[in-house]
Nanobody, 119 residues
């Protein structure tokens, strides 16, 4: 079992930055990849970034490409999402999730952290 805890959300003005953290515990050595998702009010869940533990390859959704950076600290079993140039449309609950296999399904989810960007 993998447990995920997000932190770092909050209120920020447009143009500002936040760094989200996702600390993983449990059988983290089985993790294949980590992902960051968000759900904005009235919208469906959106995959915004992924990172493979082995090799560190990344993926970004077009909506955040060039502004957000996913990274990791393997020693701490933690993945980060650095969010720059935040805009009001980035307001959402942000979730981290873990893939334990290469099948593409995210098996474990954190509780989410609220990010609110004011104009």
């Amino acid at each position: 079992q993998v447990q995920l805890v997000e932190s770092g959300g909050g209120l920020v003005q447009a143009g500002g930055s936040l760094r989200l953290s996702c600390a993983a515990s449990g059988r983290t050595f089985h993790n294949y990849a980590m992902g960051w998702f968000r759900r904005a009010p009235g919208k469906e869940r959106e995959l915004i970034a992924t990172l493979k533990w082995s090799g560190g390859s990344t993926y970004y959704a077009d909506s955040v490409k060039g502004r957000f950076t996913i990274s990791r600290d393997n020693a701490k079993n933690t993945v980060y999402l650095q969010m720059n140039s935040l805009q009001p449309e980035d307001t959402a609950v942000y979730y981290c999730a873990a893939q334990t296999t290469s099948l593409g399904r995210y098996d474990y989810w954190g509780q989410g952290t609220q990010v609110t960007v004011s104009s």
